[in-house]
Every structure is written in C-alpha cells, then in structure tokens.
C-alpha cells in the first residue's frame, strides 16, 4: 500500500509541472471528453480525457491564442498572456446553435446534395495538400466491464488481472501507444516507428493500437478496417445515403461550417448514420460525428460503434488536418458486455519532410530499442491526454500485482486450482501446467475424437502432448503420441511427433514424426470425417476411402527473407491397401444402393485393392513467394501483413523414390497463385489457380497422381476456393498433367442493396465460376451464383449457392449450403 501511494503522489508531482492544464466541461458542468486542445493556427495541441482534463504544454511564456473544439459545441477562443507555470485554464463550451438561413430554406435544390457533391470534387485537391508529412501519433485503448461472469463458455475469466472491484466491475484492458508516423499518397505509403508502448498489468506490453489501422480516413471511398463501409463522401456515396442541412455556423476564424445529417437509404447496407461536418468554400471535413452497428462491420457481437473526429486548420498547407478521433463501441455476447473507447491524437505535422528511398521499406512498423519498458517518469512527461483517476489507479494497481503473480508461490498456486483432475477428464482430456518454469503436460481424450468409416468401424483416438517454452520469442519445443484404435478392424495405430522452433521472426520449425496411420487416397483430404460420420451412419455413402501407412518424416520450414518461405520434407513408408470390415449403419441396408467398396477405382470391387502393398520414398521442396510482403517488427515477434496487390506464389517439387517397382517412382512439379482483391464498394474478388506435370508419366500409384477436391455433400465442410462443388470423389485424377482454377466475387451490397424489398434482407450477392482442364479428358465447369450473408439480426453465418456444371455437354446442378467462413 505505501508503495502505490508513493507512485501515486509521484504522478501528481510530475505532472503538476505541466505547462498548462485545465478542466473543460459543458454548461452543466459535465466533464467533456477527447476535446481538441491547440495553439491557434499552428500544429501544436492536445486532448482532454475522460474526466474532462487536460495539459497543453509549450516551450515558453507569452501571449497565445489557445482554441476549445468539439463537435456538438461552438468552438471556443481563448487569449491568454501567460507570465508563469503552470498555469490554469478551464473553458465552459456551450451546445452548438445551427441556423438555417432563408436561402437554404427556400431553395429548390437539397443544398446538402450540393455541398456533398462539392466535398466529392474536391477530395482529391484537399488531401493533396497533405500529400506527404511526418507527425506525432498518440493512442489509448480503454475497455470496462459492468458485472462480469464468473466464468464463459466453461472457462474461468479470473478477474482480468485485478481490475476488477467486489460487483466485478472495472478495467480489463488499457494501453497507450506514442510513435512517430510517416505518410505519402503517391504511391501510397505507411510507416511508424512505436517510441513508447504499455499495456497495464503486464510486462514489455505491446498494444494493439497501430496508427495506420487506426486512422479511419472519410476521404476514401471505403473504410477498408470496417469491413469497408462505404465512406459518407464516397464517389458513389449518393446511392447509400440521403442528406439533410440541418444548418451553419462559424468557427472561430471566420470558416462557415455546413453541419449535415447523413441517413441510410437501406439500414442493411454497409455504412454510418449520424452527422458530418463540411467547411464552406474549402469543401474539406471539419468534423465526424458517426454512427454503425456490429451487423454492418460484419461483427456480431458489437451493438454499436461511435467514430468522433475533428479537423483543424493549418496556416502552412491552408488546409484541414486531423487532430483528433475516438471509436466508442459495446459488446454483447451472452453475459458478457464489456465496454470500449479508443483514442487518438496527431500533433507535430511536419508537410515538408525529407523523404528518400530508403524511409519507406516493407516494414511498415518498428519499435524503439526499450519502447515497452519505460517508466512511469518518462510516460508522464511524454503522455499528451492526462490520465484519469481511475486510469491512475489500475496502472499503479496492475503493476504492484503484476509482481505479486509472476512469483512462484502465486504461479503454482493459480496450477493447483486447473491442475484439478475432474471426473469427465479420462474422457475429454486433462492438462497439468507448471507456469513458473513455463511447461505443460496435456492427456486428449477420446470422447471428441471418435469417428466412424467402413474400414475401421467405430474408432478413436487418445493422445498426450509435453510443451517446453524456452523463451518469449517463440523457441519452444513439444512431443507427443496419437493412439488409434478401430473397433471393427482391431487395430491399434500409434504416432510420434517431436517438434522445435527457434524464434517468431522467420520461424524455423523441424519436426519429426513416426507411427502408423490412414490417410485417404487424395492428400488434400477432401472429406472431413465429420461429414463423412453423417453420410455413413444416416444415408449409407462411405465417401473417405482410406490406406495404410506406416511411416517416418522428417521436414522443415523456414521464411528464409521477408515474404519467401521455404519447406521441405522427407518421408520413408510402408503403404499397403485396407478393406472394408464393417457394414453398419442406422439407414436401411439398400439405401443409396448400400456401401461402396474402398477401392476409389471401383466401388463395387470389394476383392481388389486399387495398389499393391509397397515402399517408397518421398521428398518434397517447396517455396512460396508472397511479392511485396508487408510486414510488422515487434520486440517479440515478425507479423506478416495480408492484402499484398501481387498474388502469393508457391512452387513445389516432389520426388517419389527407392520403391522396388521403378514404375512406382516419379517426379512431380506444381504451382498455385492465389490471391484476395478488395474491390472496395463493390466487393471483394479472389481466385486460386494451381496446375501441375510429371516430367515423365509412368503407372504410379494412385494416391500418387494428381486429383482434385471433389464434393457430394449438401453441407460441405471444406474450402470453397480449392473444392468444386458438385464433382464427384476421385472422379478426375492424371499421372500427366492439369490446371484447375477457382474464382468467386462477393458483391456485398453493391447490386442487391439496390433492389427495392431485396434490400431489406441485406444478402450479398456472390457468383462464382470453376474450371478443371485435364490431360486425356474434357474440360469440366462449375458456374454458380449465391447468397451470402443469410441470416437473422446480427447472426447471419449461412451462404446458398445454387451451382451447375458441365462435363462433356452433360449439365447438372444443385444447391449446397455453408457456413458462412472467412475461407468460404
């Protein structure tokens, strides 16, 4: 205690030096929160917090003009001779008083159609004039909770670290981020440099509060971090949104400013509701005041999201800059309701850097040596929004406990309560845990991994697992054994595996394994055994058709430089046919015309194997080339960032060698490109083409030749970029050559947000076309068109595409229905 009040009583000594502080409230005197602070005409201010404080330092004595802004209020102007520090200065802002002059009145034209056309026009020319700066960027992340559960989902929530009081009310999260950001237009480039960073309660914290995914930009069409929410000034913005003037007033030098009232045309479409505030004759932004819902950001479980930003003018560029901004948002997810508000402050611009070829490079983010490590000295003099009380207090609370709980005898006493061994536990699994020393020990159990297929019957699964990390940059190493045991086949078919890796920047990773298994005849495993669990047991289809391996691996992998990525793998096995041995099953045995045999060759050959028992050897080398890569350098870690405007290239070469037949031997080359388009307002488009050769076509093995990712389901549970939708298991396979190809466009709202009543579901539109081109067979097309986004409220998570394809002039269609994943 006497610690926390030493720390506490040094805060307020160090930032009783500041310049200038002072309290802003309204005329109720309520506290205002993430006003804009600054120096008249100049670059040079700050943000008042959530109490209402603020400090505005400056390098000396004399006269100022000091400005008060915040949306909803008029501006307020104080001049001030300031002689000594610090010194105090509170404003009392008033509520903005609009007028709606006679002529916007009486006018036939909507003058609010008219300013937003004109603010479109002259996008281009207004952000020009910032086309290129460095600034000071200042963030804090803040998240509370009112009565929070004991537990979620099963799992304790603790008390989130101590923030929580007696009702479990309080913070759960706060961070702060101070770094230097460098922008240019053309050709549009972003870096930050992270001088400061903390989270409360833990060690070296890195928040995730990174500027350039922070900046939402009302200049572009679409707001790219809000699942792209078409922007209020937006080239086509006029298609989404109605206007209404709801009317003017000055700001304190003299600027006319529009205040504009923004309605969704279609409340299902991706955009904001609110106000936005446009300056007269500039047609720049003044100031945001928005609002949208979880359902539009395509994140369920946000009620709400709040953007507040406020623009202020610079002499130097005779343009309007962004100062300030803030995203509030609450989350509801059973009875869980946690609570947020994010903030931001740029000052310091600088328009005239010195950029040369080397400032901006891949790696959009760096950190300063020491940047999660400093004091509380140095975060007081550096921290441009004064803390609040409460902020105070769980920072100085988080840190006196956050020594308390890395002890050992704390450590091993949070082990004891989870160590607890429960009744289910030999059924569901047990994990035992030594946090001090940074290992664990974890027993699977089969009740989730009892699956059933014609050959093994009912069969399942147990296996532990030893973790051992090493280090906070991600060397750990881990081992481990699988036992599979099928009821109807009687065989017990263990695994090994040991695995290493050496850091979380180019992560090296070897493993190496052992053991006994089934995989099935295609590698990319087109049937998941969940699928093929239903279709067995309730319609008789036994789709998986698998054999057995006894094998050793051994591979490894690397990103060997930024955004090229190397692996490789050497295999010896033993791979003999399997039969089927069970004929079970719920549905009548001439359902579907009964099972098929395992033989993927011939389904009705159930004497037959479709390949003789043999050794081989397998060598694969692979690279992947992702052009471009940006990437993220944390103190710990390297964190790749998507969204590179070049498709992701992989090569890979295998070697089939050493088996006793040569004909069984072979050499195979395939490639793939892939890649995701943000298309803005009107959509997203995406495509995977992969294709591959033998150099030389032999009688090989079957599961050895080149296949493709077939579907019989209704439900598919598989990847719909690199799976066609109505093609037959293992009716497309080569020992010579093939290119297959996937393309899908989700147009989101952009077509059926235009139909009157079809609107009002808030479906996306979403068409897709396959192709598969084989050596010694026909082309086959899959064409389809669907719904995405179907659902109810905020949980829309199912997708309906209605396919049909071609093959030889024989058509065929259906409907398959999925989840509605990322992947899919």
Same mark, same amino acid.
């Given at each position: 205690?006497?610690?926390?009040?030493?720390?506490?009583?040094?805060?307020?000594?160090?930032?009783?030096?500041?310049?200038?502080?002072?309290?802003?409230?309204?005329?109720?005197?309520?506290?205002?929160?993430?006003?804009?602070?600054?120096?008249?005409?100049?670059?040079?201010?700050?943000?008042?917090?959530?109490?209402?404080?603020?400090?505005?330092?400056?390098?000396?004595?004399?006269?100022?003009?000091?400005?008060?802004?915040?949306?909803?209020?008029?501006?307020?102007?104080?001049?001030?001779?300031?002689?000594?520090?610090?010194?105090?200065?509170?404003?009392?802002?008033?509520?903005?008083?609009?007028?709606?002059?006679?002529?916007?009145?009486?006018?036939?034209?909507?003058?609010?159609?008219?300013?937003?056309?004109?603010?479109?026009?002259?996008?281009?020319?207004?952000?020009?004039?910032?086309?290129?700066?460095?600034?000071?960027?200042?963030?804090?992340?803040?998240?509370?909770?009112?009565?929070?559960?004991?537990?979620?989902?099963?799992?304790?929530?603790?008390?989130?670290?101590?923030?929580?009081?007696?009702?479990?009310?309080?913070?759960?999260?706060?961070?702060?981020?101070?770094?230097?950001?460098?922008?240019?237009?053309?050709?549009?480039?972003?870096?930050?440099?992270?001088?400061?960073?903390?989270?409360?309660?833990?060690?070296?914290?890195?928040?995730?509060?990174?500027?350039?995914?922070?900046?939402?930009?009302?200049?572009?069409?679409?707001?790219?971090?809000?699942?792209?929410?078409?922007?209020?000034?937006?080239?086509?913005?006029?298609?989404?949104?109605?206007?209404?003037?709801?009317?003017?007033?000055?700001?304190?030098?003299?600027?006319?400013?529009?205040?504009?009232?923004?309605?969704?045309?279609?409340?299902?479409?991706?955009?904001?509701?609110?106000?936005?505030?446009?300056?007269?004759?500039?047609?720049?932004?003044?100031?945001?005041?928005?609002?949208?819902?979880?359902?539009?950001?395509?994140?369920?479980?946000?009620?709400?999201?709040?953007?507040?930003?406020?623009?202020?003018?610079?002499?130097?560029?005779?343009?309007?800059?962004?100062?300030?901004?803030?995203?509030?948002?609450?989350?509801?997810?059973?009875?869980?309701?946690?609570?947020?508000?994010?903030?931001?402050?740029?000052?310091?611009?600088?328009?005239?850097?010195?950029?040369?070829?080397?400032?901006?490079?891949?790696?959009?983010?760096?950190?300063?040596?020491?940047?999660?490590?400093?004091?509380?000295?140095?975060?007081?003099?550096?921290?441009?929004?004064?803390?609040?009380?409460?902020?105070?207090?769980?920072?100085?609370?988080?840190?006196?406990?956050?020594?308390?709980?890395?002890?050992?005898?704390?450590?091993?006493?949070?082990?004891?309560?989870?160590?607890?061994?429960?009744?289910?536990?030999?059924?569901?699994?047990?994990?035992?845990?030594?946090?001090?020393?940074?290992?664990?020990?974890?027993?699977?159990?089969?009740?989730?991994?009892?699956?059933?297929?014609?050959?093994?019957?009912?069969?399942?699964?147990?296996?532990?697992?030893?973790?051992?990390?090493?280090?906070?940059?991600?060397?750990?190493?881990?081992?481990?054994?699988?036992?599979?045991?099928?009821?109807?086949?009687?065989?017990?078919?263990?695994?090994?595996?040991?695995?290493?890796?050496?850091?979380?920047?180019?992560?090296?990773?070897?493993?190496?394994?052992?053991?006994?298994?089934?995989?099935?005849?295609?590698?990319?495993?087109?049937?998941?055994?969940?699928?093929?669990?239903?279709?067995?047991?309730?319609?008789?289809?036994?789709?998986?058709?698998?054999?057995?391996?006894?094998?050793?691996?051994?591979?490894?992998?690397?990103?060997?430089?930024?955004?090229?990525?190397?692996?490789?793998?050497?295999?010896?096995?033993?791979?003999?046919?399997?039969?089927?041995?069970?004929?079970?099953?719920?549905?009548?045995?001439?359902?579907?015309?009964?099972?098929?045999?395992?033989?993927?060759?011939?389904?009705?050959?159930?004497?037959?194997?479709?390949?003789?028992?043999?050794?081989?050897?397998?060598?694969?080398?692979?690279?992947?080339? =992702?052009? @471009?890569? /940006?990437? &993220?350098?944390?103190? $710990?870690? +390297?964190?790749?960032?998507?969204? *590179?405007?070049?498709?992701?290239?992989?090569?890979?070469?295998?070697?089939?060698?050493?088996?006793?037949?040569?004909?069984?031997?072979?050499?195979?080359?395939?490639?793939?490109?892939?890649?995701?388009?943000?298309?803005?307002?009107?959509?997203?488009?995406?495509?995977?083409?992969?294709?591959?050769?033998?150099?030389?076509?032999?009688?090989?093995?079957?599961?050895?030749?080149?296949?493709?990712?077939?579907?019989?389901?209704?439900?598919?549970?598989?990847?719909?970029?690199?799976?066609?939708?109505?093609?037959?298991?293992?009716?497309?396979?080569?020992?010579?050559?093939?290119?297959?190809?996937?393309?899908?466009?989700?147009?989101?709202?952009?077509?059926?947000?235009?139909?009157?009543?079809?609107?009002?579901?808030?479906?996306?539109? =979403?068409? @897709?076309? /396959?192709? &598969?081109?084989?050596? $010694?067979? +026909?082309?086959?097309?899959?064409? *389809?068109?669907?719904?995405?986004?179907?659902?109810?409220?905020?949980?829309?998570?199912?997708?309906?595409?209605?396919?049909?394809?071609?093959?030889?002039?024989?058509?065929?269609?259906?409907?398959?229905?999925?989840?509605?994943?990322?992947?899919?």
């Amino acid at each position: 205690m006497k610690k926390i009040t030493l720390l506490f009583l040094l805060f307020t000594i160090t930032t009783s030096l500041a310049q200038v502080k002072g309290t802003i409230t309204n005329t109720k005197d309520e506290p205002l929160s993430s006003v804009s602070i600054y120096i008249d005409k100049t670059n040079k201010g700050t943000t008042s917090n959530n109490n209402g404080k603020y400090v505005l330092e400056l390098s000396k004595k004399g006269k100022y003009t000091i400005i008060y802004q915040f949306l909803g209020y008029e501006t307020v102007k104080k001049e001030v001779n300031i002689t000594s520090f610090p010194f105090e200065l509170n404003a009392k802002l008033k509520e903005e008083n609009v007028v709606l002059d006679e002529i916007s009145i009486s006018t036939k034209d909507n003058p609010a159609n008219t300013i937003i056309r004109n603010t479109i026009d002259n996008k281009g020319k207004n952000t020009d004039k910032y086309a290129n700066y460095t600034a000071k960027f200042y963030s804090r992340g803040l998240i509370k909770i009112d009565d929070a559960p004991e537990s979620f989902l099963g799992e304790s929530l603790g008390d989130f670290g101590g923030g929580l009081d007696s009702t479990r009310s309080g913070i759960i999260y706060l961070s702060e981020t101070f770094s230097n950001i460098s922008f240019q237009k053309k050709p549009k480039k972003f870096k930050e440099n992270i001088v400061a960073s903390k989270v409360s309660g833990q060690d070296r914290g890195v928040s995730f509060n990174r500027a350039e995914d922070s900046k939402i930009d009302l200049y572009e069409n679409s707001i790219e971090i809000f699942n792209n929410l078409i922007s209020p000034i937006s080239t086509n913005a006029f298609s989404y949104y109605k206007y209404k003037l709801e009317g003017t007033f000055y700001d304190p030098n003299g600027k006319l400013i529009n205040k504009i009232k923004l309605t969704p045309k279609r409340k299902g479409d991706r955009v904001f509701e609110g106000f936005i505030y446009i300056v007269e004759d500039d047609w720049a932004v003044y100031g945001a005041d928005l609002t949208t819902t979880g359902a539009q950001v395509n994140i369920p479980i946000v009620n709400s999201l709040k953007l507040k930003q406020s623009y202020n003018y610079s002499d130097e560029i005779a343009g309007w800059v962004l100062r300030t901004q803030t995203i509030d948002f609450d989350i509801k997810l059973f009875s869980f309701k946690p609570n947020g508000k994010f903030s931001y402050a740029y000052s310091k611009y600088d328009f005239k850097p010195n950029f040369n070829k080397n400032t901006f490079t891949n790696e959009v983010l760096t950190f300063e040596k020491n940047a999660t490590e400093k004091d509380s000295v140095y975060w007081n003099k550096l921290r441009p929004v004064p803390l609040t009380k409460e902020e105070t207090k769980d920072y100085l609370i988080k840190d006196s406990i956050k020594v308390v709980r890395k002890s050992k005898k704390y450590l091993d006493s949070i082990d004891a309560k989870g160590n607890k061994f429960g009744l289910l536990d030999p059924l569901m699994g047990y994990s035992y845990r030594n946090s001090y020393e940074n290992k664990s020990f974890s027993y699977h159990g089969p009740l989730l991994r009892t699956s059933f297929n014609t050959v093994q019957g009912l069969n399942t699964s147990a296996g532990i697992r030893y973790f051992k990390q090493l280090n906070k940059k991600g060397k750990w190493w881990t081992a481990g054994a699988n036992v599979n045991y099928g009821f109807s086949d009687k065989r017990v078919r263990p695994t090994f595996y040991f695995t290493k890796k050496w850091n979380n920047f180019s992560r090296p990773r070897l493993t190496v394994f052992a053991g006994v298994t089934t995989p099935q005849f295609n590698d990319k495993e087109p049937i998941t055994k969940l699928n093929n669990l239903f279709s067995s047991l309730l319609d008789r289809l036994n789709y998986l058709k698998i054999y057995e391996k006894q094998f050793t691996k051994i591979s490894y992998s690397e990103e060997i430089k930024n955004g090229v990525y190397f692996s490789s793998s050497l295999e010896f096995a033993k791979r003999k046919p399997l039969f089927n041995t069970t004929n079970y099953s719920f549905a009548p045995q001439d359902k579907n015309g009964g099972y098929t045999s395992n033989n993927p060759l011939d389904p009705t050959d159930f004497t037959n194997a479709a390949f003789e028992t043999h050794n081989i050897a397998t060598l694969n080398v692979g690279v992947t080339f =992702v052009i @471009g890569q /940006k990437y &993220l350098s944390y103190p $710990n870690r +390297k964190t790749n960032v998507g969204g *590179s405007k070049f498709p992701r290239i992989n090569v890979q070469y295998t070697k089939r060698f050493g088996a006793s037949n040569s004909e069984l031997n072979s050499d195979l080359l395939t490639a793939s490109l892939r890649q995701n388009l943000n298309a803005g307002n009107y959509g997203a488009f995406e495509y995977n083409i992969r294709g591959g050769v033998f150099l030389k076509k032999k009688n090989i093995a079957f599961m050895d030749k080149l296949q493709v990712s077939g579907n019989q389901f209704t439900i598919p549970l598989n990847n719909q970029l690199t799976s066609f939708g109505l093609l037959d298991y293992y009716k497309f396979y080569t020992n010579d050559k093939y290119v297959e190809a996937h393309a899908q466009h989700n147009f989101r709202g952009a077509i059926l947000g235009k139909v009157p009543l079809l609107n009002k579901l808030n479906f996306h539109l =979403v068409g @897709g076309v /396959k192709g &598969l081109f084989m050596a $010694n067979k +026909k082309p086959y097309t899959e064409v *389809s068109v669907g719904l995405g986004n179907v659902g109810f409220g905020k949980w829309r998570l199912l997708r309906i595409d209605y396919v049909r394809s071609n093959y030889g002039g024989i058509s065929n269609d259906g409907f398959l229905f999925r989840l509605n994943l990322p992947f899919n």
